[in-house]
């Protein structure tokens, strides 16, 4: 199958070769019919031209204007890239064109207008030695980009990283001419860096040799802690990333030892034109943050510019650390500390090992999960693919919110992909924040609503958007009802 990229443009070479035939046509019946008045010479200053001169000058320079328009339809974009998977450069066929030209333009001056081009070009030295002061930047751009395009270290298409100083760009070549080097990023803004700039940045092709490219990271943690139990902590934040299909070919490592402690390695591999990977970099950051805060090791306190408090302290309680997780849900951080602690005491801590199902979606539940330790994968069920995996838990995640608050059953099925420590808060724990406030289910109807929200714009989900109103009232009723339910069963 043809690609539609490099497909044959029969109808611009047709009207070409047409305009080609016309001209030529019309410039033999003008000659024929015409010729005694074409002879006639035409004084310009000390110059002497004909009107059939002018004529064939411009009959040339026409053609050769159509030829390299056929050129470019026929060899620079169709039968290089296609037949001989060569992507020729704007550079060069910029060059390639202007050679044509310029030949053109020297042989009518020399064999239609007669001129001395020696002389000329001898008059003309010192000019150019002076311009060529003057332009230097620019001749060093178009120098540069040669030899570039040349060696073949970057072609249109690649991948790279430019830094240096201020400048730290990754983007993909989508042009390369005389003068600048396009380079557009993942977010679509593009950076028009000029040939002599890009030829003495520190740059790194992405694509080469294949389009996955190696990336690292480095941890400095304490050596008080197990070697084992760290890689491990460190391993299920990576597969929680790879979990949403950001990075793939992962592995930790102990990289050295110093007196701040023992510095691990993360290897990953990344399709840039996929991530960025400054945004990979950020995502895999903070998912080994919370993994390390949920497993309570903190990173060796020396000059790096990341460090975590642990999340735990001397003689602290573990009901501390359960309402320490509670308040960073959502649903519960306008509530009070008299209030997250009651519900602290009446929350359960569950334990999973891998492979457990948490639960099935479709099944009756009253409580809401926050995850402590571990990952899992959520799934769906739909009419086109039976198992799908719609997202990845880890520690500081909740799930389950709608079944706490409105009793419906699951809408997911959630699957520990390690071993899981699950804080589980059941429906009657919020009987007396439902008793004492009022208002209560209208700010978690519209911290839901706005979630749900969120995640519409994610995906591009017009249609829930559109929805999000109505999607409020209809929470603010299930919830007010199911509160009324609950205050019922308690009296």
Request: with cysteine; proline share 2%; glycine share 4%.
């Amino acid at each position: 199958m043809t690609n539609k990229k490099y497909q044959l443009n029969s109808r611009n070479i047709l009207i070409s070769l047409v305009k080609i035939v016309l001209i030529i046509l019309g410039a033999y019946i003008l000659t024929k019919y015409t010729k005694d008045s074409l002879e006639k010479p035409i004084m310009y200053g000390a110059m002497t031209i004909t009107p059939h001169e002018i004529l064939v000058i411009y009959v040339c320079l026409f053609i050769t204007i159509q030829v390299t328009r056929i050129l470019r339809n026929c060899i620079w974009e169709y039968y290089l890239p296609l037949k001989r998977n060569v992507q020729m450069s704007t550079l060069l066929i910029s060059l390639i064109n202007f050679s044509i030209y310029v030949s053109c333009v020297f042989v009518l001056c020399k064999y239609v207008l007669g001129f001395n081009l020696e002389s000329a070009l001898a008059a003309t030295g010192a000019v150019g030695v002076v311009l060529g002061f003057g332009l230097q930047k620019m001749f060093l751009d178009l120098f540069v980009g040669i030899s570039i395009d040349m060696d073949k270290s970057f072609q249109m298409g690649d991948w790279v990283h430019l830094r240096s100083g201020s400048i730290d760009i990754v983007g993909c070549i989508i042009q390369m001419n005389w003068r600048i080097i396009s380079v557009q990023t993942v977010e679509n803004s593009v950076h028009q860096i000029p040939n002599n700039v890009f030829g003495q940045q520190i740059v790194t092709n992405l694509s080469k040799p294949v389009v996955m490219s190696e990336f690292e990271l480095l941890y400095c943690i304490p050596f008080q802690y197990n070697e084992k139990t760290v890689i491990a902590t460190i391993m299920h934040a990576l597969d929680a990333v790879a979990g949403t299909g950001v990075i793939s070919d992962y592995k930790c490592v102990i990289n050295k030892t110093d007196v701040n402690g023992v510095t691990y390695k993360i290897k990953y591999m990344l399709d840039p034109s996929k991530c960025a990977p400054g945004k990979s970099r950020h995502l895999i950051h903070s998912r080994v943050f919370r993994f390390l805060r949920a497993a309570k090791i903190e990173l060796a306190n020396t000059n790096q510019r990341m460090f975590i408090t642990r999340l735990d302290v001397p003689d602290v309680q573990e009901e501390e650390t359960i309402a320490d997780l509670i308040s960073k849900v959502d649903l519960f951080q306008t509530l009070k500390k008299p209030q997250i602690a009651s519900i602290a005491q009446s929350t359960f801590q569950r334990t999973y090992n891998k492979g457990d199902v948490v639960c099935h979606q479709g099944d009756e539940g009253r409580s809401l999960f926050i995850v402590r330790e571990g990952f899992l994968k959520v799934y769906i069920h739909t009419e086109q693919e039976e198992h799908k995996q719609v997202g990845v838990l880890i520690p500081e995640d909740f799930f389950g919110e709608m079944s706490l608050l409105t009793g419906d059953v699951r809408s997911a099925t959630v699957v520990a992909e390690s071993n899981v420590t699950l804080y589980e808060i059941r429906a009657d724990a919020l009987i007396p924040i439902f008793s004492e406030n009022d208002k209560f289910y209208k700010i978690v109807s519209k911290i839901i609503a706005e979630r749900h929200k969120i995640n519409a714009d994610a995906s591009q989900n017009k249609e829930a958007e559109v929805h999000h109103k109505s999607m409020l009232r209809e929470l603010e009723e299930k919830i007010l009802n199911f509160s009324k339910k609950l205050l019922g069963i308690r009296s």
